[in-house]
T-cell receptor, first 110, second 117 residues
Framework: QKEVEQNSGPLSVPEGAIASLNCTYSDRGSQSFFWYRQYSGKSPELIMSIYSNGDKEDGRFTAQLNKASQYVSLLIRDSQPSDSATYLCAVTPGTYKYIFGTGTRLKVLA | SAVISQKPSRDICQRGTSLTIQCQVDSQVTMMFWYRQQPGQSLTLIATANQGSEATYESGFVIDKFPISRPNLTFSTLTVSNMSPEDSSIYLC??????????????FGPGTRLTVT
């Protein structure tokens, strides 16, 4: 079982719709969870971090964490073509230890 | 968030040679990280580097192949030694920014795209 699992996609959504990206992790001791956006040929850019169960909202982005189910998700409201990118989920099972998923490729169709 | 620069941004090297990648941060940081991202793959941690001590390597990565220096709190280098085409990858430097004792985030440099022929 992979430590951090994401559906590779592509996930295609029409412009203006909600994009829902999911991530599951195997280490129950993980404390911190992150979503990164990576455009083709660019480095990952942090868009959301979440540390406790529940929802965290930042603009059009909402991160949701459920530690009991070992599940973290990212919702993107009012999706724009500029949101088309690969979204990487990362978890920290320990100090200075980051495990990244393989990423979900999102395509927002104009 | 910290501003991170890397040099070179890209390079094409011949097999058997070595390349040193530099990473500079605009603020002092305790830990620096080096990752590799192979084409179409996710990020794989190579090692973590703390100033004044030996780097800590992940399974599958060894110091002879990827020597790392960390001479001060704002700078680090990664050398890819005796390169082969399998080393063709993007190499990323990152730092961890701690907001308080329980929350911290990782930020990445722009990366170095290495092609080995």
């Amino acid at each position: 079982q992979k430590e951090v699992e994401q559906n590779s996609g592509p996930l295609s959504v029409p412009e203006g719709a909600i994009a829902s990206l999911n991530c599951t992790y195997s280490d129950r001791g993980s404390q911190s969870f992150f979503w990164y956006r990576q455009y083709s040929g660019k480095s990952p850019e942090l868009i959301m971090s979440i540390y406790s169960n529940g929802d965290k909202e930042d603009g059009r982005f909402t991160a949701q964490l459920n530690k009991a189910s070992q599940y973290v998700s990212l919702l993107i409201r009012d999706s724009q073509p500029s949101d088309s990118a690969t979204y990487l989920c990362a978890v920290t099972p320990g100090t200075y230890k980051y495990i990244f998923g393989t990423g979900t490729r999102l395509k927002v169709l104009a | 968030s910290a501003v991170i620069s890397q040099k070179p941004s890209r390079d094409i090297c011949q097999r058997g040679t070595s390349l040193t990648i530099q990473c500079q941060v605009d603020s002092q940081v305790t830990m620096m990280f080096w990752y590799r991202q192979q084409p179409g793959q996710s990020l794989t941690l190579i090692a973590t580097a703390n100033q004044g001590s030996e780097a800590t390597y992940e399974s599958g990565f060894v110091i002879d192949k990827f020597p790392i220096s960390r001479p001060n709190l704002t700078f680090s280098t990664l050398t890819v030694s005796n390169m082969s085409p399998e080393d063709s990858s993007i190499y990323l430097c990152s730092v961890e920014g701690r907001q308080d004792s329980s929350s911290y985030e990782q930020y990445f440099g722009p990366g170095t795209r290495l092609t080995v022929t």
